[in-house]
Structures are given as C-alpha cells and as structure tokens.
C-alpha cells in the first residue's frame, strides 16, 4: 500500500470518477445560496498532488467551482499568521456537534464560537484579520496566499455568487451581531459579512485546489507559507470539526483531515502523501457533497492512506 505508482493511482481515480458517473442519488445544490442552486449535481471532478510534484486528475478536474468554506482553512492560516496563539481567546477549537450555521452553542458560550469552520468562528476569524484594513485588502491578501499555495495567478472571487449569498445573509449577519453583542466582534457585522461573503466565492478547479491544499500536507514542491507546527494543528481542526456535524462520520468513513464547502467541494489531506479536491455539488443532508465524500472514501480504501493506519 505504500508506494502506489502514479499509474496505479490514475487508475484507482478514474475508478472512481466511472462509479460516481453511474450514481443517481447525488443529493441536492445548495439553495439558500440561490447562485448555487442553480448549479448541476451531475457534475463530478477529482485531483490528486503527489510528492514527486504530479498532478493526477479524473473528470471534471478543470472546471470553477465556489469553494465556500473550504476558504476557511485558507484564512484560519492567515489569522493564525498574524495573530498567532492570540486568536485562541475570540474562537475554540472543539468539534461542535451541530449545524454549520447553528446559533444554538454561540449563546451557550457567551459569544465565542466552538471552532474556527463553523460559521460563526469563521466569522470571527474574518473579522479578526480584517481589523485595521479594509475587505479589499483582506480578500487580496486571501488571493495572494491562494495563488502562492496553488501556484496559480488565475485564482478569483466570482462576485455574482458573493452577491448572490450576500442578499440572503440573514443568519450569518445574526451570528456576527450576537457576537458582538458579546465584545467578540472587532468591525461592524456588515463589513465583516461581506467580506466573509466574497471569501467563500473565491472559485477554483479541483487541480488548483489541491495544488493550493499542498503545503497542508507537506509536500516538498509545495511553498513554505505554514510552520510544520501550525499545518499538524489546521489538520487537526480539519479532521475534527472540517464536516460539521458530520465531522466523525468523515473521519470514520475517510480517516484523513477533511474541509468540505456548499459549494460541493471537500479538500483533503493525506500527510507526506498527496493534497486531494474532489467537486460535486449535491449536497447531503449536513451539508457536505455526497459523492464528494464517497469519493474520498472509496481513494481511502483503495490506498489505505487512512492517518489511522
Ligand atoms: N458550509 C459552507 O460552505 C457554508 C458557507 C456559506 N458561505 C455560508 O456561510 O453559509
């Protein structure tokens, strides 16, 4: 199981990209975004980064998708970045158990959200970085990494889709007020929505995303943009709490750190063996691509890169 070849791997995905064109229970876009409602669930794409600096990839691997909160492992890196342990003190770093967009813990504890992935501690780690600068420069800041970690320069933000989730951010504007309403919001709740809005358009391919996941699993072609200390800890949040309340289930099913997005991506990573991006845009009932996750269940298997052996 340990040196699977290139070739071998090819196989194994365009196996799995032949399954997934079969299956009919895909699961539903997101529509409470209403953009990417209107997006097909027939589509399917997967890549793969290597340590020897290949890209494998099956299906549609070259076409934009929105990446939604996949974005929040990229700016919990920033964050960390540039406040270091402090962050620490305004979000958690425990598995919620509940609805990505859940209220319920946020007033349980007095404003301060469980984890950095669910909305609301994305929210606060938006905020956090966008404190002294304005959207601009955070979401170009975001751009940048992106692009350095993909080494890409066609990475962009689809504003239509930012729109889209901005007309219709009644929830996230009340978890960003209700901390607030608890000191843990540094700019006003409309600032930070929108720029939180425009980080979860940014659109990439499943080939740019794993190229941009690299440096999370260490592979020696990838930038050194994160100390290897702080990529063991954003893949530890990932594997705890990067599904939601489906974050166990990932981890039992896959076993890898995983952060899925409503837009039907999930990246995952396979420590000191390969960045993964899988896109499918139906959804399952917590939110996370269906066949997304079968996909990573089915590589998981198929390599036996599990991180629990
Ligand atoms: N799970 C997600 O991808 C959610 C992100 C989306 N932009 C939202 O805030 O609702």
């Not at 090819?10 to 539903?28: E, K, P, T, V």
């Not at 951010?169 to 000191?183: D, V, W």
Request: glycine share 10%.
């Amino acid at each position: 199981m340990e040196s699977l070849s290139p070739a071998a791997l090819q196989s194994i995905l365009d196996d799995i990209a032949a399954a997934m064109a079969q299956r009919s229970d895909r699961g539903q876009p997101a529509s409470y975004i209403p953009e990417l409602g209107r997006v097909s669930p027939q589509h399917f794409g997967i890549a793969l980064c290597l340590p020897g600096g290949q890209t494998l990839l099956a299906g549609e691997a070259t076409t934009r998708f929105s990446i939604q909160s996949i974005s929040k492992v990229f700016t919990l890196a920033i964050a960390l970045g540039r406040l270091g342990d402090d962050l620490w003190q305004r979000v958690g770093r425990e598995p919620s158990g509940a609805a990505f967009n859940s209220i319920v813990s946020l007033e349980h504890d007095q404003g301060i959200p469980r984890n950095p992935f669910i909305n609301a501690g994305a929210i606060a780690v938006t905020d956090a970085i966008l404190e002294g600068l304005q959207p601009r420069d955070v979401l170009a800041e975001l751009l940048r990494f992106l692009r350095v970690a993909a080494g890409d320069e066609d990475i962009h933000i689809d504003k239509t889709v930012a729109a889209s989730e901005r007309a219709h951010a009644h929830r996230n504007t009340a978890l960003a007020e209700f901390m607030a309403a608890h000191g843990n919001l540094r700019n006003p709740a409309a600032l930070t929505i929108g720029t939180y809005c425009h980080q979860c358009a940014v659109e990439m391919t499943c080939v740019q995303l794993a190229r941009a996941g690299r440096f999370l699993a260490g592979l020696p072609a990838a930038p050194r943009l994160v100390s290897p200390a702080r990529v063991r800890r954003i893949n530890a949040l990932m594997l705890t709490c990067g599904h939601y309340d489906a974050s166990g289930d990932f981890a039992y099913r896959v076993g890898l750190p995983g952060k899925s997005g409503v837009g039907g991506g999930i990246l995952a990573i396979a420590p000191g063996r390969a960045s993964i991006a899988v896109w499918s845009p139906g959804l399952d009932a917590q939110g996370n691509s269906r066949l997304g996750a079968e996909a990573m269940e089915h590589l998981a298997r198929a390599t036996g890169w599990s991180v629990f052996g």
